[in-house]
C-alpha cells in the first residue's frame, strides 16, 4: 500500500510528517512515489493563518480529486483549532488534531476494519506532558529535524499557536539526544533544531533555561552543523550566545522573529520586545558572533499600523540590514484578541506592504550577496539540478527550504551530502553561483 504526505506550514510541522511517514512504512504503507496511485493521503494541516486554512481545504479537494478510492486523512492545526469546521469537509475519512500524532496509524486501521468516519479531536489538557515521537529515517537526506519542545505560553495577540499546541513544554533532554545520536549514527550532516520557541527550553522540566547545555552535548556528536529556529528575542542570554559564538559546529545563523518594531503596536500584541531593545539585541549578537547571519520574520498590517509605523518598520529593516527576512500579511484568526480590535488594515492594503517590505528586503539580501563575490565558502551539496545543469547546495547562511541556494559546477562527481569548498562567481535571482575549488590532498 502506498501513501501521499502533504505537509503546510512550519518546520515543526514538517518534522512531525517525517515521523508519521515513518510510522506509515514500519506498517508496510510506503510513501508513493510522484505519479503512483495512493492509498492513503495524509494532509499536515497549518492554520497560522486566514489562507493556511484555504489551502488545507483546496489541498484536500485536490487529492481527493487525483485519489478517488485513497482513505483521506486530515490532522494537524486546522482541525485542532476549527473542530466543527474540519469535521464537515466531508472529503476527509479521518479527521484528527495535533494532539496524539502517535495514535492515527491506530485510527487508520480501525478505519479500514469497518469503513466508519472517524472524528477524534483531542483537546490539550493542563499539564500534558511532550508527546514522545521520535524520526529515524532521514538518513537518505542531508539534513535532519529535531524538535525539543511544544506549545507556547507567550499568548501574542495575534497567534493562535498556545491554543493549538497547548503549554509549554519541553522533551526530556536524553531523548532528544538519544535521537539525535542515532541521526548522527546514520550520516546525517546538518541537524536543525526546531521548536516553537527553543530559548526556553527546559525552564518546565528543569527549572531554568538548559538550551545552551543542549547545544554542548549536541555538539558532541558527528554532525557537522547545528542550525537553530526559531528564538525569541527576549530570551537570548549571554550564556546562549557565548555558545553559539565558541561552538564550531553552530552554523552562525539565528532565526529570530521580531514580527514588528514599533513599540505602540508591539505593546498591542502583547510583544515583550522594544524597537530599542531589538537594536540593541542584534548590535550585540553581531558584535559578539563573527560572521552572524540574522532571519526574521514581520506583519504588516497588524491592528493600529498606520502609514507612519509601516514606514517605521521599512527603516528599521533597512537599517539594522538584517540579511534574511520574511513579510507576512496579517489575517485575523477567530479567536485571537486581535481579531476583535479595531483600527484594522485593510487586506489588500497588508498584502502591498508585505510585498513592498519583500522588495525592500531584496535590497538588503542582494547587497549581502555582493559581498560573498570572489569568496569561497564551504558548501554542503544537496544533489544535481538537472533544469540548471548545476549541482545546488548550501553554506552556513542558507536555512534550507525558506533562504536562496548556492548553484555550482564541479570538474568531479559530488556527492549529496558532501561538502565541498565553492568559490563564488556570481548571483542569480537571489541565489549564488560558483564552482568547486579543487585541493590538493
Known sequence: MKAVFVTLGCKVNQYESRILEERFAKAGIESAKNGEKADFCIINSCTVTASGDKKTRQMLRRLKRQHPDAVMVLTGCYPQAFPQEAAGLEEADIVTGSTNRAGLLDLVQIYLQNHQRIVQIIPHQKGEAFEKMSANRFSERTRAFVKIQDGCDRYCAYCI????????????????????????????????VIAQDITRYGIDLYKEKKLPELL?????????????????????????????????????????????????????????????????????????????????????????????????????????????????????????????????????????????????????????????????????CDGFDPQAMAYVGRSYAESPGIDGVIYFTADRDVQSGQFVPVRITGTMDGNLTGEVIETEE
Request: charged content about 30%.
Open 161 to 192: 499557536i498556545p491554543a493549538l499546541r497547548g503549554k509549554y513544554r519541553s522533551r526530556r533532554m536524553e531523548d532528544i539526544l538519544t535521537e539525535a545520536k542515532a541521526l548522527s549514527d546514520s550520516g546525517v550532516k546538518e541537524c536543525i
Open 216 to 380: 554542548r552535548e549536541l555538539c558532541k556528536l558527528d554532525f557537522h552543523w547545528i542550525r537553530l529556529h526559531y528564538l525569541y528575542p527576549d530570551s537570548i542570554t549571554d550564556a546562549l550566545i557565548d555558545t553559539i559564538a565558541s561552538e564550531p559546529k553552530i552554523c552562525k545563523y539565528m532565526d529570530i522573529p521580531i514580527q514588528h518594531c514599533n513599540d505602540d503596536i508591539l505593546r498591542a500584541m502583547r510583544r515583550r520586545e522594544t524597537k530599542v531593545g531589538l537594536h540593541q539585541l542584534f548590535t550585540k549578537l553581531r558584535s559578539r558572533i563573527p560572521g552572524l547571519v540574522l532571519r526574521t520574520t514581520v506583519i504588516t498590517g497588524l491592528p493600529y499600523e498606520d502609514e507612519a509605523a509601516f514606514e517605521e518598520l521599512c527603516d528599521f529593516l533597512q537599517e539594522e540590514k538584517i540579511q534574511r527576512a520574511g513579510a507576512f500579511p496579517y489575517s485575523p484568526e477567530e479567536g485571537t484578541p486581535a481579531a476583535k480590535m479595531l483600527n484594522r488594515v485593510d487586506s489588500d492594503e497588508a498584502q502591498s506592504r508585505a510585498e513592498l517590505v519583500m522588495q525592500l528586503q531584496s535590497q538588503v539580501m542582494d547587497a549581502f550577496n555582493d559581498t560573498r563575490l570572489g569568496t569561497t565558502l564551504e558548501v554542503l
